[in-house]
């Protein structure tokens, strides 16, 4: 067994540690250390080896049922603690990749297994509590709830919740029945529901945790806590709790809520109704029924689509944070100082994002009047951060001072990255680079946040053509996490290596992307938008064609998405891409006639909806675009699968033409920046769980009746000839 004396600060009155015995059989923890203070009381610390973070796999979990035999066994033992050496971690959950390749019976055993263990600490004849700094997330959180108390640091690293249901699964290590018996069921439901993680000062409102304990202190108050409850506390159930914790009760909410629910989800999300139902069902009866409750429905979720789908995506999502580009090489050096050229919506949104994150920006524009407007911007996303509980007063205000805005650029060359955002014209943006490659370093990487222009003919009209990139980040900044780091034929490795890890360390997600018009995101977007404005002057109404996608998962039909967007930068995107992919996006007659009268949607206040406030109507102006009634007839399952079968084939294009890596990039990036509905893993996953074979198909049977642009690409007809698919499978989850 690992064992070592604790080393304590005098100033905090921590008792001195000593090593217990050694476990049953000798064997070695790698995964988690027992120790014993002279008050008696034990404490487990998680500390996985060569990891940044402690997960729960099928070894940490025996490691810790071992730990509690032992303490069983020893009469000597007044009470137990569980902390974390990790900085930033508590416990981050169960190791999903375990899970996502276990067979079912391996699956279900390990639930079941997970539930004993925890089931044990919870009924530990001495009181037992969690010392809580860092996440503390999923089962994480779930040994948490199997202990008496629970002390938290105030830190903003410190985050509780039971986020399951956002992987297509429920809590089912007990989650879903302790804490509504801990905090009410109304409570509980909302956070496990929506899949919430609350900072620490939220969980002590809610009654996730006893206190709130300064990080240097935690480890002794707990200690000092355990100590003086003596004997395992009995906490009666308050009557708040006895009115809502009862059948009666939760049938009651369950027949409310659900149909709440599947107006929300339209039915797409499983997990949320399973979630709903088990911790209704369990929270009248016994324990033991509603842990029973929770193993079947987790066994159940974890075979459909969406669940596979949703973990999927917390992979991607975590590749994206790590992905690097060529050889390995030395870790770049961080970014600390940055200049935006542009102070519009997106560069004041990158300024905002950079400053509030360390980083030292210089914010230039053509006048003072256009550079106080992008600072009132950045003010006023601060004060909403300041509102949101993002930062705090002080935090907002730090990162203010840290924005520099100019007029007449001063000498760039100690700038390690120059982001540029200004108006989407190629002469104008040249004429900026040409500027900008003169008073940059040697070294500075020059960016630029174009959406759809070709970076390389931005580069080749340079003589450091190696050090330009594109950086495309997606509005609005603060909420997007997707960012497009494109790179040219011309752009040096380590230019492509530092720009992933400038994007990594502003907190976002990047996907990699050879340079192509359109890049991954709006070349996959575009024809989708486009063929449902050809609908639309075709005689389909705007609630029809935005409905059916919304039924299909989207988070917003396309017609609201183009008046969002505006109608003006709708149509520039679509004729950039028209120039290069000529028929396919033709762009329709609607969008011209729309901007040319004025209506470029929410900006304008009418487009193809008139827009009120936070409320939209169909437009009765647009209505006077309309050509003819040839799509007039079409249902929606007619029109969602039209604009689905192109997005599915400009898809395929990207990874037929190697712009990205593999298929796992075209969805990411559609899921992250363009809502692509997640649980059905992008537009690529979508087309294996359909079949290849059977939306070639209905693409060639729309290209018979005369309609060119559905013909499908080389890579999907190959696949549907042999029944062929983009992924292959593997596990239950994956």
């Not at 905090?12 to 008696?40: C, G, W, Y």
């Not at 183009?562 to 120039?579: I, M, N």
Request: neutral net charge.
């Amino acid at each position: 067994m690992n064992s070592a004396t604790l080393s304590l600060a005098p100033s905090f009155d921590l008792p001195v540690m000593k090593p217990l015995q050694p476990a049953p059989a000798s064997r070695e923890f790698k995964n988690l250390r027992r120790e014993v203070t002279e008050a008696a009381i034990v404490v487990l610390t998680f500390d996985r080896p060569d990891s940044a973070a402690n997960i729960f796999d099928r070894a940490t979990l025996e490691e810790l049922n071992a730990h509690l035999e032992a303490i069983e066994r020893d009469a000597t033992v007044r009470g137990v603690v569980l902390t974390s050496a990790k900085p930033g971690i508590f416990i981050a959950g169960a190791d999903l990749h375990a899970l996502a390749t276990a067979p079912m019976n391996a699956l279900r055993e390990m639930v079941e297994f997970g539930q004993r263990v925890f089931s044990r600490l919870a009924a530990l004849p001495l009181p037992t509590a969690a010392a809580i700094h860092g996440a503390s997330l999923g089962g994480g959180f779930e040994v948490c709830l199997a202990c008496d108390f629970r002390f938290a640091t105030p830190d903003k690293a410190t985050k509780l919740g039971l986020p399951e249901v956002q992987l297509g699964i429920l809590p089912a290590w007990g989650g879903s029945t302790r804490l509504p018996r801990l905090i009410g069921l109304p409570k509980a439901l909302d956070l496990i529901l929506a899949g919430k993680t609350v900072v620490a000062k939220q969980a002590l409102k809610l009654g996730l945790v006893d206190d709130l304990v300064p990080h240097e202190k935690l480890l002794a108050v707990t200690l000092a806590k355990v100590a003086k409850a003596g004997l395992k506390p009995h906490r009666a159930t308050p009557v708040a709790l006895l009115a809502t914790n009862n059948a009666l009760a939760g049938n009651f909410i369950n027949m409310f809520t659900r149909p709440k629910l599947l107006t929300k989800t339209r039915g797409h999300y499983p997990a949320v109704l399973k979630a709903l139902e088990v911790i209704t069902s369990g929270v009248g009866g016994s324990e033991a029924n509603s842990f029973k409750l929770e193993a079947d429905a987790f066994c159940q979720l974890a075979q459909t689509e969406a669940a596979k789908n949703l973990i999927r995506v917390f992979f991607l999502q975590e590749r994206a944070k790590k992905i690097g580009f060529g050889e390995r090489a030395a870790r770049p050096q961080p970014i600390e100082r940055a200049a935006v050229i542009g102070a519009g919506v997106m560069g004041g949104g990158i300024a905002q994002w950079l400053a509030a994150r360390g980083v030292s920006v210089l914010l230039r524009d053509v006048n003072t009047d256009a550079v106080g407007r992008g600072m009132a911007g950045i003010s006023k996303l601060f004060a909403e951060g300041v509102k949101r509980r993002t930062f705090t007063d002080v935090e907002a205000r730090t990162a203010m001072d840290k924005i520099s805005p100019v007029v007449e650029l001063p000498s760039l060359r100690r700038c390690d990255v120059i982001i540029e955002a200004a108006v989407e014209k190629m002469e104008l943006k040249k004429d900026i680079f040409r500027k900008l490659e003169q008073l940059a370093g040697p070294d500075t990487i020059l960016a630029t946040n174009t959406s759809a222009l070709s970076v390389t003919e931005l580069a080749d009209s340079l003589v450091a053509r190696e050090r330009v990139v594109g950086i495309h980040f997606f509005n609005p900044v603060h909420r997007m996490q997707l960012v497009e780091v494109i790179h040219t034929p011309r752009t040096d490795a380590e230019v492509v290596r530092r720009a992933l890890k400038f994007v990594q360390q502003m907190g976002k997600l990047p996907v990699l992307v050879k340079d192509s018009p359109g890049f991954v995101v709006n070349r996959v977007l575009m024809p989708y938008l486009v063929e449902a404005a050809r609908l639309f002057e075709m005689g389909a109404e705007v609630t029809d064609l935005d409905e059916a996608m919304l039924d299909f998962g989207m988070p917003m039909g396309p017609l609201r998405l183009v008046d969002e967007v505006g109608t003006d930068v709708s149509l520039h995107v679509a004729e950039t891409l028209a120039s290069h992919y000529h028929r396919r996006m033709a762009v329709p007659e609607v969008l011209t006639r729309l901007v040319k009268n004025g209506l470029l949607g929410r900006k304008s206040g009418e487009g193809f909806y008139r827009h009120q406030g936070k409320e939209a109507v169909v437009s009765e102006e647009a209505a006077r675009f309309v050509k003819d009634d040839s799509a007039a007839n079409l249902d929606r399952v007619e029109l969602e699968l039209r604009m689905v079968l192109l997005m599915v084939n400009e898809a395929a294009r990207c990874v037929e033409e190697g712009i990205v890596s593999g298929p796992e990039d075209v969805d990411f990036a559609m899921i992250m920046g363009a809502g692509f509905a997640p649980f059905r893993g992008g537009p690529l996953r979508h087309a294996d769980m359909v079949g290849v074979a059977n939306l070639v198909r209905a693409m060639n049977k729309l290209v018979d009746d005369g309609e060119d642009r559905f013909t499908p690409c080389a890579l999907l007809k190959d696949l549907a000839v042999n029944d062929g698919k983009l992924y292959p499978e593997k596990g239950v989850l994956l």
